[in-house]
């Protein structure tokens, strides 16, 4: 079962403390029995609330990536980066 988020509870702790307040002084009661039921509803107010909100959508692994050919480095040696003097051509 995956976890609620955190707007889940936001709102559904929200909606239970205010329309337990809401329902509270509408009725105007003081019966423990009438209290039971308003705190009943509200509780079921507040899950149906946080129940409902979107959830966010799960994204699929990426697929794997090709493995990357080797790459192949040669070593640069003092006698290959020498130039050889360049030899012109006399005029005979």
């Excluded at 509780?43 to 692994?61: F, I, N, Q």
């Excluded at 640069?76 to 005029?91: D, G, I, L, Q, W």
Aim: net charge positive; aromatic share 2%.
């Amino acid at each position: 079962m995956p976890r609620p988020t955190a707007a889940q509870l936001a709102y559904g702790s929200c909606t239970v403390i205010l329309s337990t307040l809401a329902m509270l002084l509408l009725s105007q009661t003081s019966s423990a029995a009438v209290i039971a039921v308003i705190a009943v509803a509200a509780l079921a107010l507040g899950l149906l609330v946080a129940l409902t909100l979107p959830t966010p959508k799960r994204t699929a692994p990426a697929p794997a990536a090709a493995p990357r050919p080797a790459v192949v480095r040669h070593r640069v040696t003092a006698s290959a980066t020498t130039a050889e003097p360049v030899r012109e051509p006399t005029a005979s």
